[in-house]
């Protein structure tokens, strides 16, 4: 066992190391994916910011003609009009002007193909455009915000809500985000016009629902291994334990029932020798005496290996009972009769079941178990023992005033090899199979056994054969 414990302490000592690496090695995976997620959101929001960058383009030729239109008409001012940018089935962006005077025009470039501005203009071109763009134009964050959305969708990143604002290099706000609600998450920024200084400043939904859902797999199977190792481990150890009390248990039966089976084979043996060597033809008494002391004892040595066997049997699939109807009173009577005359105490049972109670059972096993309940009750007695057997078509039932049972001891009354710890009773001795035999017997006949009892108080066992009726 102490080998066990240390082989059990080294594999656990091994798996702790191994969830801690294990712990170690998602720490630094979900870095690394944190890493390429941030670079994947600012490729996102250059994309958005081309995007953008075109839409105001297009405002400011369109502005630009509006003046050519009020210098050579009428000379009224003309207000700019209202524009969308979506994208359509084809995967092109496409930017819509409302004008006030009710028309609308619809504008479109290609991403996908080789004449996408993105690929044209991504990095140094965007730059010297927005230095062109910027001081007549004002960046539109509401744009920004729809692009950018649809940009981190075409990377699998469905964030719940992006808010972007223009800042300056001090940090000043140039133009305000468009939602007025203040939404906690991660933000990046990107300066899109390094000249001036103007960033877009975007706060997204925090990336860790995104990376966490990337690493789902790896993070389930991790832990499912893990619980998979503590429930086994849990079963091993409790399995181990269990071994470990019927090993003990067994050990308790073998020293018991050596010296049971030793006891009367020597008080036997020193009977015959006293009939052979001793000069007890002559003396009627004394020859008598010695022959009832041996018959006595092989007596109990057959009870010994009759219930012994008997264990034996219980554990065959095979056994068979041959149920009969016993009538109850006249059966417990002879079986009482018996009992009252092999104990050297003063034996009184009282035996209170109606004439005409019957029942089903196997006669010899269930004459086993009673003589196992009587039993035990006279053994765990003082001098002067009173039981009550009393019975009904419901059950049987049988009370003593015995040392009584301590309550812990109860739930493991009827298990094989356990026997009730009675310091005070060092007279007493047992192997631990009785009840459990009478348990087993009963629960093959379809009936049930229960027990009350306080120490100091007595016993009473009730066996309930109702069962068995229906």
């Not at 990337?214 to 181990?240: D, N």
């Not at 009759?306 to 068979?320: G, Q, V």
């Not at 009354?413 to 710890?421: A, E, H, Q, S």
Request: hydrophobic share 40%; net charge negative.
């Amino acid at each position: 066992m102490k080998c066990f414990k240390t082989i059990s302490t080294s594999f656990i000592v091994v798996i702790a190391v191994i969830f801690c690496c294990n712990v170690y090695y998602l720490v630094r995976l979900y870095n690394s994916i944190r890493n390429d997620v941030e670079r994947e959101v600012m490729t996102a929001i250059a994309d958005a910011d081309l995007d953008e960058l075109w839409v105001r383009a297009q405002r400011a030729q369109a502005g630009t003609l509006e003046y050519l239109e009020e210098k050579n008409g009428d000379g009224g001012e003309r207000p700019h009009g209202e524009t969308s940018v979506y994208q359509d089935s084809a995967g092109d962006m496409v930017a819509t002007t409302r004008h006030p005077d009710g028309t609308v025009e619809t504008q479109g470039y290609a991403v996908n193909g080789q004449s996408s501005f993105t690929n044209k203009f991504r990095d140094a071109v965007s730059q010297q455009f927005h230095g062109i763009i910027d001081p007549y134009v004002q960046a539109d964050v509401a744009v920004m915000d729809s692009v950018l959305m649809k940009r981190l969708n075409d990377r699998y990143m469905y964030p719940s809500f992006v808010s972007s604002e223009v800042v300056d290099s001090l940090g000043n706000i140039v133009v305000e985000r468009t939602d007025t609600l203040a939404k906690n998450g991660d933000e990046f920024t990107y300066c899109f016009n390094s000249n001036s200084g103007l960033s877009y400043r975007i706060c997204m939904t925090p990336l860790t629902r995104h990376i966490v859902s990337e690493m789902s797999g790896v993070i389930v199977t991790v832990f499912l291994l893990m619980i998979a190792f503590a429930l086994a481990f849990r079963y091993l150890f409790r399995t181990v334990s269990r071994l470990r009390t019927i090993e003990e248990m067994k050990d308790d039966f073998v020293s018991n029932m050596t010296h049971e089976l030793k006891t009367p084979i020597a008080i036997a043996y020193s009977a015959n020798d006293a009939l052979l060597n001793y000069d007890t033809i002559n003396n009627p008494d004394k020859k008598k005496k010695y022959l009832l002391i041996a018959n006595k004892q092989l007596k109990r040595l057959g009870e010994l290996v009759e219930n012994i066997l008997a264990m034996s049997m219980e554990r065959r699939k095979t056994m068979k009972l041959w149920p009969d109807e016993v009538q109850l009173r006249g059966f417990v009577e002879e079986i009482a009769a018996a009992q009252r005359i092999r104990s050297d105490k003063r034996i009184t049972i009282n035996v209170d079941i109606p004439e005409n109670v019957a029942v089903e059972a196997d006669k010899t096993h269930l004459a086993n178990v009673l003589n196992n309940l009587i039993d035990n009750a006279i053994k765990y007695s003082e001098d002067s023992v009173e039981i009550t057997i009393t019975g009904d078509s419901r059950g049987l039932s049988l009370r003593d005033n015995g040392i009584g049972i301590p309550s812990k001891s109860i739930p493991y009354l009827f298990n094989k090899f356990y026997r009730v710890p009675h310091g005070n009773r060092q007279d007493v001795r047992g192997y631990g199979i009785g009840l459990y035999y009478v348990k087993s017997i009963l629960d093959k006949m379809g009936w049930d056994i229960e027990v009350r009892s306080k120490e100091g108080e007595g016993s009473v066992f009730t066996i309930n054969y109702s069962s068995n009726e229906k």
